[in-house]
């Protein structure tokens, strides 16, 4: 999260440092991280809601509603009343857009998809995965089915997208572009890598054990994921567009070489010693671990224009003030509001 903040927040020039403006411009790519950590905890969690009993499956769906939706909602009703405040919406304008935003519709189409919080739309390939682990952990209990469900998402997609391009609504799966890029049917193989992993963890799948491989199980997943970086630079600089999801060639490195990196960078962190696994293990980056949902949903939000209007321009103060910012907000509104839900509405039986 912090490193998607410096692409939104690109410091160097457009003009006079090209090459270094374009390789922070790639930094997006390091969304998919979310996406195949979400696939490993959501499975390695919550499998058992899989069996779709009543209770287990109620709790789920608290537990991910709880989380997710309090201060999304808290903080997309402030951005709105703002914008509405300083007049950039009319008031029928403000009620469609919000009501787009706090549904999280607005990830599906092209047109309102940055609107609201921009990085939000992210929130929307996240929630229909978890509205549809539950069935997908029912079905995917082997490597084969697990391939087969990401065949049948990515079929899915292609097929609603062709249904819209005969009836076009409001850039809703406006292009295969757009599917492949800000849709769950397009990033499914990022979630399927973290369930894969989870499966390994949950001894659903028998790993292949290898002395060689396993000692340099860390590198070979580093080695990967930079050379994915440097590959989405280079695509981008080739075709000279600014990001290089915008050409097939990225988008192959962005949803299928990085989460594979990224599954062995995990793989590494959960079986193998390490001072990278040392240091992401200290008190300290839990917590801000557990603080990045606030950063991700604060770091493009008024706030941010407050930090720059009354702290700082300097782009490493207001990050700076941004993660200290966004922890508080973590210890004080999102996890009290969420332990609070989950105390009332658990259901015990």
């Known amino acids: 999260m912090y490193l998607i903040f410096?692409?939104?927040?690109?410091?160097?020039?457009?003009?006079?440092?090209?090459?270094?403006?374009?390789?922070?411009?790639?930094?997006?790519?390091?969304?998919?991280?979310?996406?195949?950590?979400?696939?490993?905890?959501?499975?390695?969690?919550?499998?058992?809601a899989g069996g779709l009993k009543k209770t287990k499956l109620y709790n789920y769906f608290i537990n991910r509603a709880s989380r997710?939706?309090?201060?999304?909602?808290?903080?997309?009703?402030?951005?709105?009343?703002?914008g509405y405040r300083d007049g950039l919406y009319n008031t029928k304008e403000a009620w469609k857009l919000y009501f787009l935003n706090i549904t999280l519709l607005k990830g599906f189409s092209s047109e309102y998809m940055l609107t609201g919080i921009?990085?939000?739309?992210?929130?929307?390939?996240?929630?229909?995965?978890?509205?549809?682990?539950?069935?997908?952990?029912?079905?995917?209990?082997?490597?084969?089915s697990l391939i087969k469900f990401i065949l049948i998402t990515y079929t899915t997609g292609i097929l609603i997208t062709l249904m819209f391009a005969k009836i076009p609504f409001e850039g809703f799966?406006?292009?295969?572009?757009?599917?492949?890029?800000?849709?769950?049917?397009?990033?499914?193989?990022?979630?399927?890598?973290?369930?894969?992993?989870?499966?390994?963890?949950?001894?659903?799948?028998?790993?292949?054990?290898?002395?060689?491989?396993?000692?340099?199980?860390?590198?070979?997943?580093?080695?990967?994921?930079?050379?994915?970086?440097?590959?989405?630079?280079?695509?981008?600089?080739?075709?000279?567009v600014m990001q290089a999801t915008e050409t097939w060639q990225g988008i192959l490195v962005n949803n299928i070489l990085m989460p594979i990196g990224i599954t062995i960078l995990f793989y590494?962190?959960?079986?193998?010693?390490?001072?990278?696994?040392?240091?992401?293990?200290?008190?300290?980056?839990?917590?801000?671990?557990?603080?990045?949902?606030?950063?991700?949903?604060?770091?493009?939000?008024?706030?941010?224009?407050?930090?720059?209007?009354?702290?700082?321009?300097?782009t490493f103060i207001a990050f700076i003030t941004m993660v200290i910012f966004s922890y508080l907000f973590h210890l004080t509104i999102e996890q009290p509001v969420t332990s609070f839900l989950r105390k009332i509405l658990y259901r015990k039986n």
């Open 268 to 314: 590494s962190l959960v079986y193998q010693k390490s001072s990278i696994q040392k240091f992401l293990s200290t008190k300290i980056m839990v917590q801000l671990g557990n603080a990045t949902y606030s950063f991700y949903l604060l770091h493009t939000t008024f706030f941010l224009s407050y930090i720059f209007k009354y702290i700082s321009h300097n």
């Open 173 to 240: 799966f406006s292009s295969v572009f757009f599917t492949a890029n800000f849709t769950f049917f397009g990033r499914v193989f990022e979630f399927g890598c973290g369930i894969f992993l989870a499966m390994l963890v949950n001894g659903k799948i028998k790993p292949i054990r290898s002395p060689l491989l396993e000692k340099y199980t860390l590198l070979i997943g580093l080695a990967i994921i930079i050379s994915s970086v440097a590959l989405l630079y280079l695509i981008a600089s080739h075709f000279n």
């Open 68 to 82: 997710v939706f309090p201060i999304l909602i808290i903080l997309i009703t402030l951005t709105f009343l703002l």
């Open 6 to 48: 410096f692409k939104h927040l690109n410091f160097f020039s457009p003009e006079s440092q090209h090459e270094l403006y374009l390789l922070v411009n790639q930094f997006y790519t390091f969304l998919s991280f979310f996406f195949v950590l979400s696939g490993f905890m959501i499975y390695h969690r919550y499998y058992e």
């Open 118 to 144: 921009g990085p939000s739309w992210s929130m929307s390939v996240e929630e229909l995965f978890y509205i549809l682990s539950p069935f997908i952990f029912l079905f995917t209990g082997r490597t084969s």
